[in-house]
């Protein structure tokens, strides 16, 4: 059975201590969600400027090898190559580019 009141001022004499308390039920809960959001916020940024430091610095080591390889270019030859170990092929192999061709030919 429900009460039936006059006006507000007795309704909220009587449930105004309920109200308040779910008032600032929901606003703790509100703050810690802002919390919460904010602070993923703020490390998925932190995050970001992270990985691109890492692809900055990636990007300048792959120029600084670039640049050996353009300067070293011109002086690798045939001397150089055998001089580090290098040599010529006693028997050269070609592949064949018609395999599928042998693999149908089995299939009946």
Same mark, same amino acid.
């Given at each position: 059975? /429900?009460? @039936?009141?006059? !006006?507000? @001022? =007795? =309704?909220?004499?009587? !449930?105004?201590?309920? $109200? %308040?308390?779910?008032?600032? /039920?929901?606003?703790? &809960?509100?703050?810690?969600? #802002?919390? #919460?959001?904010?602070?993923? /916020?703020? =490390?998925?940024?932190?995050?970001?400027?992270?990985?691109?430091?890492? !692809?900055? %610095?990636?990007?300048?080591? %792959?120029?600084?090898?670039?640049?050996?390889? $353009?300067?070293? %270019?011109?002086?690798?030859?045939?001397?150089?190559?055998?001089?580090?170990? &290098?040599?010529?092929?006693?028997? /050269? #192999?070609?592949?064949?580019?018609?395999?599928? $061709?042998?693999?149908?030919?089995?299939?009946?």
């Amino acid at each position: 059975m /429900t009460k @039936k009141y006059k !006006n507000i @001022k =007795y =309704y909220l004499r009587e !449930n105004g201590k309920f $109200l %308040v308390r779910i008032a600032g /039920t929901l606003a703790i &809960f509100s703050f810690i969600f #802002y919390t #919460y959001f904010l602070g993923h /916020t703020i =490390y998925s940024v932190v995050d970001r400027k992270a990985v691109e430091h890492s !692809n900055d %610095v990636l990007a300048s080591e %792959v120029s600084a090898m670039e640049l050996e390889y $353009l300067t070293s %270019v011109g002086s690798i030859d045939r001397e150089f190559a055998l001089s580090h170990g &290098f040599g010529e092929p006693l028997h /050269t #192999y070609y592949s064949n580019q018609n395999i599928l $061709l042998s693999f149908r030919d089995d299939v009946r």
